[in-house]
């Protein structure tokens, strides 16, 4: 499994942005796709995460603001980010959970900054 992030960049605060991460390879294999997020000198943190069966969550700390979904059909899981503040500046990554094992799979990051 592959997965290519992208759609970060720089907003000022209140702002939108639309995350998209595209997997290919062994796609049916996916059982969960996740997004997280890791800001300069702070540990990664879960920000959303969705099931092949379309059940999904959010963070407490980006609940109202942040939403997961996906297109089965381009193989893609989108995070739409609204009401953007300069404490969700970080880099964001997308994670795949595949096979009976959930073996885990990364793509790179896409930087989102937000400007106050």
């Known amino acids: 499994v592959q997965l290519q992030a992208s759609g970060g960049g720089l907003v000022q605060a209140g702002g939108s942005l639309r995350l998209s991460c595209v997997a290919s390879?062994?796609?049916?294999?996916?059982?969960?796709v996740s997004w997280y997020r890791q800001a300069p000198g702070k540990e990664r943190e879960l920000v959303a995460g969705?099931?092949?069966?379309?059940?999904?969550n959010v963070a407490d700390s980006v609940k109202g603001r942040f939403t997961i979904s996906r297109d089965a059909a381009v193989n893609t899981v989108y995070l739409q980010m609204n009401s953007l503040k300069p404490e969700d500046t970080a880099v964001y990554l997308c994670?795949?959970?595949?096979?009976?094992?959930?073996?885990?799979?990364w793509g790179q990051g896409t930087l989102v900054t937000v400007s106050s």
């Open positions: 994670s795949a959970a595949a096979g009976r094992r959930l073996t885990p799979y």
């Open positions: 390879g062994s796609t049916s294999a996916i059982n969960f």
């Open positions: 969705i099931s092949s069966s379309g059940s999904s």
